[in-house]
Structure formats: C-alpha cells, structure tokens
C-alpha cells in the first residue's frame, strides 16, 4: 500500500504532512525551516524516506483563475531538483486556497498570531494532501 506525503513549499518554510495508514486522511507533521537550496532538497529526501513515503505530493502555487505565477515557477524549479534527487514520485496538487483555510482554522481554535506561524504551514501541506487523496479515493 501507498503512503504519502505532502510538502507545502514556501519561501522560508515548506509544511510537512503525512497520509494515515490506509490513505484516508492527511495529518499534519512538522515545518521545516528553509536553509539553503540543496540542503532543504536534502532534508526533505530524507523526510520522505524516513516517512516511508511511496509518493510525495507538492503543492503547486497557482493564480485565483489556474494560471501560473512567479511562485509558481519557483516552485516547479524546486520540484524538479527534488525529482532529480529522489527515487520517490513526485505528484503536483493545487494549492490554492490551503494556507488560508489552515490560517481559518488556527484563528477559529483561538491560536495567537505569533503561534500560527509555527503550525499554518504542515496545515496548509495536510489540507493539499486531503485534496490529493479524496481525489485518487474517488477513482479508485
């Protein structure tokens, strides 16, 4: 059986959430903390691996209407250099709209500003997962 995970990546975090153990949900892992192009590549290779992730899912950045932005590029080049060091399968999810549900859901419980910098991003990576994996739950 698969198991995936999901990175959220951003310009000084990416979000890490996992998928349970019969792919029906995504949780919220951890955020990571950017250092430096090949050592982040590196660090979330290593993530995966330690995950025992068969997939890895990106979140892809794209504009309100679908079309790409600057981010958008940004990201795919990302993506591309973690395909290059990985052996796992690297699947792209539209992103749109997961920060700021993450963000929604961190206000309603009550979380403190200066806390949901610590906590928005795995969320937003598990809301990107939940959408992957309703979606291949619905075709398979």
Same mark, same amino acid.
């Given at each position: 059986?698969?198991?995936?995970?999901?990175?959220?990546?951003?310009?000084?975090?990416?979000?890490?959430?996992?998928?349970?153990?019969?792919?029906?949900?995504?949780?919220?892992?951890?955020?990571?903390?950017?250092?430096?192009?090949?050592?982040?590549?590196?660090?979330?290779?290593?993530?995966?691996?330690?995950?025992?992730?068969?997939?890895?899912?990106?979140?892809?950045?794209?504009? *309100?209407?679908?079309?790409?932005?600057?981010?958008?590029?940004?990201?795919?080049? *990302?993506?591309?250099?973690?395909?290059?060091?990985?052996?796992?399968?690297?699947?792209?999810?539209?992103?749109?709209?997961?920060?700021?549900?993450?963000?929604?859901?961190?206000?309603?419980?009550?979380?403190?500003?200066?806390?949901?910098?610590?906590?928005?991003?795995?969320?937003?990576?598990?809301?990107?997962?939940?959408?992957?994996?309703?979606?291949?739950?619905?075709?398979?």
């Amino acid at each position: 059986m698969d198991r995936y995970i999901a990175f959220d990546i951003g310009d000084k975090r990416i979000g890490v959430a996992v998928s349970d153990p019969f792919n029906t949900y995504a949780l919220p892992s951890e955020t990571y903390v950017r250092r430096g192009y090949r050592e982040d590549i590196a660090a979330l290779v290593r993530t995966a691996r330690d995950k025992g992730a068969t997939v890895i899912v990106c979140g892809l950045p794209v504009n *309100f209407d679908g079309t790409p932005s600057v981010q958008t590029e940004k990201t795919l080049k *990302f993506i591309g250099g973690l395909k290059a060091a990985c052996e796992i399968p690297v699947v792209c999810e539209d992103e749109r709209f997961t920060t700021r549900m993450a963000h929604d859901t961190l206000i309603s419980e009550g979380m403190r500003r200066e806390k949901r910098k610590n906590y928005v991003d795995a969320l937003a990576a598990a809301n990107i997962l939940d959408g992957y994996l309703s979606k291949i739950n619905k075709r398979g």
